[in-house]
């Protein structure tokens, strides 16, 4: 089992900059893929992007494509999604999530959210307009 734990979330004004991380410790973090979703008030859990283990391919949702970067660094056991341009709809909870397998597989199988083998307890990022 891995454990995840985030941080970096907070208020920041539209069009601004925050950096996510997620800590993993546990099993061998550079073995799996990560990702990170996201839940907004009243609505369902969201898939905004994915990265194989080796951090050489990624996925992003087309609603933050172009604005997010997801990044890992298997040294510090540690992954990382840079949001810019925010805006207030990319306000929610947002999740680190992991998945026991090696091998990197399509972007429709990471938009599940029944994929992810664990998941982190969230950080919340409001962005104010």
């Known amino acids: 089992q891995v454990q995840l734990v985030e941080s970096g979330g907070g208020l920041v004004q539209a069009g601004g900059s925050l950096r996510l991380s997620c800590a993993a410790s546990g099993r061998t973090f550079s073995n799996y893929a990560m990702g990170w979703f996201r839940q907004a008030p009243g609505k369902e859990r969201e898939f905004v992007s994915a990265?194989?283990?080796?951090?050489?391919?990624?996925y992003y949702a087309d609603s933050v494509k172009g604005r997010f970067t997801i990044s890992r660094d298997n040294a510090k056991n540690t992954v990382y999604l840079q949001m810019d341009s925010l805006k207030p709809e990319d306000t929610a909870v947002y999740y680190c999530v992991v998945d026991y397998t090696k091998t990197f597989y399509s972007s429709s199988y990471y938009s599940s959210a029944q994929t992810w083998d664990s998941w982190g307890q969230g950080t919340q990022v409001t962005v104010s307009s």
């Open positions: 990265v194989a283990w080796s951090g050489g391919a990624t």
